[in-house]
């Protein structure tokens, strides 16, 4: 009856629940059952007494869809950052499927143990998955090519090791002596 009430997901709908392993598409709304169908295609019969318990999210009812990924610049590029953040959330703001009434902003955000790291936050203007992996894709290349342009790279775990000053001429010198 809460399910018919309340109306939490109807046929169609894509949900999910954080709390148990249940994700897929609802076919069908019953009195007693409610079936899900997966993404591997495998029905899903969950009683709806359950559905009392269980906290639901319903992506199908999404305005937008979320890019919110961190990405790593090296150290040496520390003088690079402020032009590609700008140029970054500039980009953003130009582009055609990023929803401009919504929180949009790119920032440094970390100073890790090899990498500068700045956070891309936007949303996009669909909900629809397919479409949403494209404009990421998308902004995600654009991305990489501000970082080339500007003569940075993105970082990668490094290990530094500090010699002595003579260190390397000393080993060398050792080295010719022997032959």
């Known amino acids: ?7 939490p997901f109807a046929i169609g709908d894509w949900i999910r629940s954080p709390d148990r ?3 897929g598409i609802v076919e069908h709304i019953g009195w007693r059952l409610t079936r899900i169908r997966t993404f591997d295609k495998r029905p899903l019969f969950i009683p709806n007494s359950l559905f ?6 319903n992506p199908s009812r999404m305005q937008n869809r979320r890019i919110k990924e961190t990405i790593g610049l090296r ?3 520390a003088n ?14 130009k582009h055609e499927e990023i929803d401009q009434t919504k929180t949009t902003f790119v920032n440094l955000v970390h100073f890790n143990a090899y990498s500068l ?10 909900t629809n998955w397919v479409r949403f992996q494209q404009i990421q894709q998308d ?13 940075a790279a993105c970082a990668f775990p490094t290990t530094t090791l500090d010699l002595p000053g003579d260190f390397l001429k000393d080993k060398l010198d050792a080295a010719q002596s022997h032959f």
Not at 1 to 7: G, P
Not at 80 to 93: C, D, H, R, S
Not at 142 to 150: A, D, G, L, Q
């Open 80 to 93: 690079k950052v402020a032009p590609i953040l700008k140029q970054v959330e500039e980009m953003l703001q």
């Open 139 to 151: 902004v995600f290349l654009k991305t990489i090519e501000i970082i080339k342009k500007n003569g």
């Open 1 to 7: 009856l809460m399910i018919f009430l309340d109306r």
């Open 21 to 23: 392993n249940i994700e």
């Open 75 to 77: 150290y040496e590029d």
């Open 52 to 57: 009392l318990t269980l906290s639901i999210e």
């Open 117 to 126: 790291d700045f956070l891309i936050y936007t949303f996009t203007k669909t």
